[in-house]
Every structure is written in structure tokens, then in C-alpha cells.
């Protein structure tokens, strides 16, 4: 067995380890208070024993004063003068206050005071009975009085002195052997506390490097990788392909670039939710189509990138392997869903540029889309021509405007039972004063990614009213014209659409009721609360509201009863096939039915074949439009073929 790494003894530091140490330490402390109580009584104490000796030595001097004057008193001369007398007297008065202090501190001593007060009581009562002035007799009597009480005095003090001096040296020296001990025990203790102390800091240090080197992995795992699927970004991915194709031994590598197709919808009609899942089940997937030594990576929103060494075309089996696994349907939310992938393939050598590089994977997968998407491409050296085209092309459209650059065409809405035009649908185009006229597919993605749509579209709301509005007004056609036009998610999301079409409305002064605006099924579902109210707003302008390319999405039909809707318009993917498959005929019937009972129109779009419109009139459906009827026409154009009879236009072909 190994011994674990230092990293690990670390991190085996615990909560509750800590709390020991902590607690430890408090111990220490709290028994270093109590011994530092008992230190300074002890040295109190001794301090005692200081005064005590101090009052010792005072008693010592108390005798020997005691001895001076009992010799004095051997030579008293025989006078009668008091005064000799009362001189030695005081001095045995001082003996004995010296005693009586003493014995005050230690009442032990109180048994020796009489030793020394008595002599002296029968020495003042021997004073009293002297005549004034005595006789020499009566002064030979007093002296062997005074003399007898200054040798008791003396010899009490005496044996106190021995007694007194013995118990202090006694007492003095275990109170400073106290001391000295209560001194080492607080060392040991200080000396415990600190190490106690320090081991904690040493632990909670490493402790500390420990967590911050976790921390700092986490940093680093979550700068370097996808939240949502776990894979490394695009970051992690730039850093991989730059050492890969900076290293000396680096070969030949690919990159393959995928974009999910179709995951806008998804994630606009199931929620945010559905579309992460999804995006968890594609990352799953991917996974499945690499080698371990491929770098699988998420870039960011529904686009992928897989780094793939190897030999030169490494990477074709891989693309196609990933672009086959993403066609299998995926159950998300209940609901089955169907994402394919544009895949863009691009090779580099040792010494380029990994941003180069993966700007042409990005480049080819752009190519795959434009040719029909789920499809594979490889880099062509041309495909930069066709990115800066499109560059050019986004700067162009913010200037097409003021310049007067865009035309609005029309094309009519016919009903099924009649023939008639009922309305016409609104179209942008461009007309590019070096390209000529560009078709709405080539630049209405652009603006869209660009912003430039919501100006784009306000224009086109207020040409087109102004235009059907005139017609109206001339009589050209009855009963008058209903007109569509289109808002993108980005126009619709706009909190001024409301004031913009109230704008349109008053400007042309066409009625508000034959005005309806075309709000896709994925732009209505991507916030249903919020296009509720929207939709709420615009209809108590008097607005009509339509749905279009219903059925390409995944919402539920039961939603449509939430929201304020005139008019169902049906993929044209339901009607390319309705006349020969019975599953397209089936969805058409169950639109229209559910339409029908909403009180709503059913208009279905992209109508090319007779074949088509008997079908769809056999099954319900209102109104449609397409190139059997008409392709869409300039105002003047359109114009022209509205006065004529609406069933002479039944004929015109897909032109």
C-alpha cells in the first residue's frame, strides 16, 4: 500500500479535528489561568512573609534596646530624680508594642505579651507609690522592680525572637519553592499552548493551500469547460489546436465544425429547458462518433467542434459518422424531435493559425447549410470569397434603406371556394444597385442575425399599408383588400411593435381589420407569456393576428387556444405532399378542424398544383396562396392583375 500524497494528508484534516485542536488550546489557556491564580497568592503570601521579617528585625532591635537598658539600670545611681526611671520605663513601654504588634499578624503569639505587660504593670504601680521626691530608700526599692521586668521582657523576647525567626525561615523558603514551581508549570503550560497553537496554524495552512488548490482546479475546470454538457469550450479548444499545431512533431490535423440544424425551433417552441436537454443528449452523441484521442468540444449556443490528428483526411469519417448518429429523432419533453447537422470540415499543418483554421471550418459548415443542410463539406479556398460576400452584405443592408434600395411585392391570398383574392401578402426584396434584385433568402437571415431586420421590417409595414390602403381607396378592388405582412422574432420581441403598427395604421388611414401581421409559430412559443400579451395588445388595435409556417414546430394545437390568432397559415412542408401522403392530408385535416373550431381561417401556403388545392378544399381549408395563383408581383404589377377576375388568375401556373 502507498503512502498518500501530501495533498491528501491535507485534505484529511476534518471539522472535527480542528475543533480538538481549538478545544485543546482553550484547556491550555484556562489551565495556565488557574496556575497563574495560584502563582500570585503564592506570591502574595510571600510578600506577607516579608513584613513579617521586616517586624522580626524590629524585635530584635526592641531587645537589644531591652539589654542596653537593663545594663543602664545595674548603674543607676542612688538619687531620688524620677526621671532615670521613666526613661527605662519607655523603653519597656516600646518592648512590649513591638510584642503586641506582632501578636496582632500571628495571635499565637498573644501568649507571650503577659510575660512582658505584667513586669511592667508592677513596675508602674511600684512608680505610683513613691513620694515626690522619693527617698533614696524608696528608689533602691523600685530599681530591683524595674530591673526584674527588663529581664522578663528580655527573656520572653528571647525565646519569641528563636520560635518567630525558625517558622518564617520556614515558611519564606516553601512559599519561594511554591513560586519557583507555579513558575515552571507556566512555562510547560505557555510552552504547550504554543505548540498546540502552531500545529493548528501549520494545519490550518495546509488545510488553507489545500482548498485553494482546490478551488483553483475548479477555476480552471469551469474557464475551461462547458457548464450545461461538460465539455471542454472553446477556449480549451483554441489552447489544444494552437499547441497541436505548434508542436515540432505536429502532423496534419482536422477540425470539424457542426451546427445543429433546426435547434432554434426546438428550443423557441419547447422552452430553453427542452433545448438544453437536447443539447445534453447531442454532446452524448457526439461522444459516441469520436476516438479517444480526438478533443470533442462545445463552442458555444448549438455548435460543436472536434479536433482530429491524424493523417490528412482523418477527419471525413468522423464528419459523416456525426452527421448519420444526429439524424436518429430525440424524445425531449415528451415530445419526439428531429435535428440534423451542417458539418464543415477544415486542415491545417504545423505553424498556422488555429483561429484560421477554425474560421474555415466555419466556413465550410456555412456551405453545408446554404446546400441544403445535414449535409458534410470540406473547406474550398473559395468559401472566404463567399464569407466576405456575406460581411458585404450585412453592411450593405444598413445603408439600404436610406438609400431607397427596397421594394415590396406582393403576392395574393386566394379563397379555395371562390377563386377570389382576398388578400395579399407582403414580401421584401432588395434591389442591389450592383447585384441586382436579391431574393429575400439571401439577406433576410443576414438581417436577422444582424438586428437590421426590425428596421427592415417597419419599413415594409408602412410601404405596404400605404399601398393596399390606396387601392382600397380607388375602388380597384371589391370587396377591399386584406393585407399580410411579416414579423420577424426579433420585430415581434420589440416592446414598440405596438406604437410602430399604431404608426403605420394612422399614417396610410388603412383600417385597422384588414390589417394582419404574420408572427411565426417558433417566435410566438419561444415566450408564450410574453407573446400573450403582445399578441393581446396588437389585437385591441383592431388587428389581425396569423400564424405562420404553422406545423413546423413543436408546440401543442391545445396552445393555439391561449392566443388571440384570425388566421392559420400551414407549412408549405404539410402541402407539398397532401395530395399523395395520407399522413400530410391527415395533419392538414386536424389543423383545419382545430382552426375551424378556434373560429379561426386556415390559409395554406406554397399551393403549385391543382392536384393540391382540390385536396386541400376537399379537407377544409379556407384560403392559399402559391405560383398557381400568382408568384409575388411588384405594386404595379399586382395591381394590374387584381382588376382582373379573380378566376381568371386560378390558371396562371407556378411561373
Same mark, same amino acid.
Given at each position: ?5 501530501? /495533498?491528501?494528508?491535507? %485534505? ?11 478545544? &485543546? ?19 502574595? @503570601?510571600?510578600?506577607? *512573609?516579608?513584613?513579617?521579617? #521586616? +517586624? ?19 548603674? /543607676?545611681?542612688? @538619687? ?46 511600684? &512608680?505610683?507609690? &513613691? ?6 530608700? =524608696? ?14 521582657? =528580655? ?139 480526438? *478533443? ?76 441544403? %443542410?445535414?449535409?458534410?463539406?470540406? *473547406? ?25 434600395? /427596397? ?10 371556394? @371562390? ?57 380597384? @378592388? ?16 420589440? %416592446? ?16 385597422? $381589420? ?11 412559443? #419561444?415566450?408564450?407569456?410574453? +407573446? ?8 385591441? /388595435? ?20 391561449? *392566443? ?72 404595379? #404589377? ?14 396562371? $401556373?407556378?411561373?
Amino acid at each position: 500500500m502507498t503512502a498518500p500524497s501530501d /495533498l491528501e494528508l491535507r %485534505r484529511n484534516l476534518s471539522a472535527p479535528q480542528v475543533a480538538l485542536i481549538v478545544a &485543546l488550546i482553550a484547556l491550555t489557556a484556562a489551565l495556565q489561568l488557574l496556575i497563574l491564580r495560584a502563582y500570585v497568592q503564592v506570591d502574595g @503570601t510571600t510578600q506577607t *512573609f516579608s513584613d513579617e521579617a #521586616e +517586624a522580626l528585625g524590629s524585635l530584635s532591635n526592641s531587645q537589644r534596646e531591652t539589654l542596653r537598658t537593663l545594663n543602664a539600670v545595674e548603674a /543607676l545611681p542612688r @538619687t531620688r530624680d524620677l526621671a532615670d526611671l521613666r526613661l527605662q520605663r519607655a523603653v519597656l513601654q516600646r518592648h512590649l508594642s513591638w510584642m503586641s504588634a506582632m501578636a496582632g499578624r500571628q495571635p499565637e503569639l498573644l501568649e507571650q505579651v503577659p510575660a512582658v505587660s505584667e513586669p511592667l504593670a508592677e513596675f508602674d504601680a511600684a &512608680l505610683a507609690s &513613691l513620694s515626690d521626691p522619693p527617698s533614696t530608700g =524608696e528608689v533602691e526599692g523600685v530599681v530591683p522592680v524595674l530591673r526584674d521586668a527588663l529581664q522578663r521582657s =528580655e527573656v520572653a523576647s528571647r525565646v519569641l525572637y528563636g520560635q518567630q525567626e525558625q517558622r518564617l525561615l520556614a515558611s519564606t523558603l516553601a512559599a519561594l519553592e511554591a513560586r519557583s514551581q507555579f513558575q515552571r508549570l507556566l512555562l510547560a503550560t505557555s510552552v504547550l499552548t504554543i505548540g498546540v497553537a502552531g500545529c493548528l496554524v501549520v494545519s490550518l495552512r495546509r488545510r488553507i493551500q489545500a482548498d485553494f488548490g482546490l478551488a483553483y482546479d475548479a477555476l480552471r475546470h469551469q474557464a475551461y469547460h462547458d457548464a450545461l454538457t461538460g465539455l471542454p469550450n472553446r477556449p480549451a479548444f483554441t489552447e489544444r489546436l494552437g499547441r497541436v499545431l505548434g508542436s515540432a512533431d505536429g502532423g496534419a490535423v482536422g477540425v470539424v465544425y457542426i451546427d445543429l440544424d433546426g435547434f432554434k425551433t426546438v428550443n423557441d417552441s419547447l422552452g430553453h429547458q427542452a433545448g438544453d436537454d437536447l443539447l445534453v443528449v447531442v454532446a452524448g452523441r457526439l461522444e459516441q462518433a469520436t476516438r479517444p484521442e480526438d *478533443f470533442l468540444a462545445r463552442l458555444g449556443g448549438d455548435e460543436f467542434t472536434v479536433l482530429v490528428p491524424g493523417r490528412p483526411d482523418s477527419a471525413e469519417p468522423i464528419a459523416h459518422r456525426v452527421a448519420d448518429l444526429l439524424r436518429d429523432p430525440v424524445t425531449i419533453a415528451g415530445q419526439e424531435v428531429f435535428v440534423t447537422a451542417s458539418v464543415g470540415i477544415a486542415y491545417g499543418a504545423q505553424g498556422e493559425d488555429p483561429e484560421a483554421l477554425l474560421r474555415d471550418a466555419d466556413a465550410a459548415m456555412y456551405e453545408a447549410k446554404e446546400r441544403g %443542410r445535414a449535409t458534410v463539406e470540406r *473547406f474550398r479556398p473559395e468559401l472566404h470569397e463567399r464569407a466576405l460576400e456575406r460581411l458585404q452584405i450585412v453592411s450593405a443592408l444598413r445603408t439600404a434603406i436610406a438609400r431607397d434600395e /427596397l421594394r415590396v411585392h406582393y403576392q395574393p391570398i386566394v379563397e379555395l371556394e @371562390t377563386a377570389r383574392s382576398t388578400g395579399v401578402e407582403a414580401l421584401v426584396r432588395w434591389a442591389h444597385p450592383e447585384r441586382g434584385l436579391v431574393p429575400p433568402c439571401s439577406f433576410v437571415p443576414l438581417a436577422e442575425d444582424s438586428g437590421t431586420i426590425v428596421a427592415i421590417d417597419g419599413w415594409v409595414l408602412g410601404h405596404a399599408c400605404a399601398d393596399v390602403a390606396g387601392w382600397n381607396a380607388a375602388a380597384a @378592388t371589391d370587396p377591399p383588400l386584406s393585407l399580410n405582412v411579416n414579423m420577424s422574432a426579433r420585430s415581434f420581441g420589440d %416592446r414598440t411593435l405596438v406604437e410602430r403598427v399604431a404608426t403605420a395604421l394612422s399614417d396610410s388611414g388603412l383600417p385597422a $381589420g384588414l390589417l394582419r401581421l404574420e408572427i411565426t409559430e417558433s417566435a410566438v412559443m #419561444e415566450d408564450p407569456v410574453a +407573446a400573450t400579451a403582445m399578441l393581446q395588445d396588437l389585437s385591441a /388595435l383592431g388587428v389581425g393576428l396569423a400564424i405562420d409556417d404553422f406545423g413546423s414546430g413543436y408546440s401543442s394545437l391545445s396552445q393555439l387556444r391561449h *392566443f388571440p390568432v384570425s388566421q392559420l397559415k400551414i407549412d408549405k412542408g404539410f402541402v407539398d405532399h397532401v395530395d399523395s401522403d395520407a399522413r400530410d392530408a391527415s395533419v392538414v385535416r386536424a389543423i383545419v378542424t382545430l382552426a375551424h373550431t378556434l373560429g379561426q381561417r386556415v390559409v395554406a401556403e406554397g399551393i403549385e398544383r391543382d392536384t393540391q388545392r382540390a385536396r386541400l378544399r376537399q379537407l377544409g381549408c379556407d384560403d392559399g396562396q402559391g405560383y398557381l395563383f400568382s408568384k409575388p408581383l411588384p405594386a404595379d #404589377e399586382l395591381l394590374a392583375r387584381l382588376r382582373e377576375r379573380a378566376p381568371s388568375m386560378s390558371g396562371h $401556373g407556378n411561373g
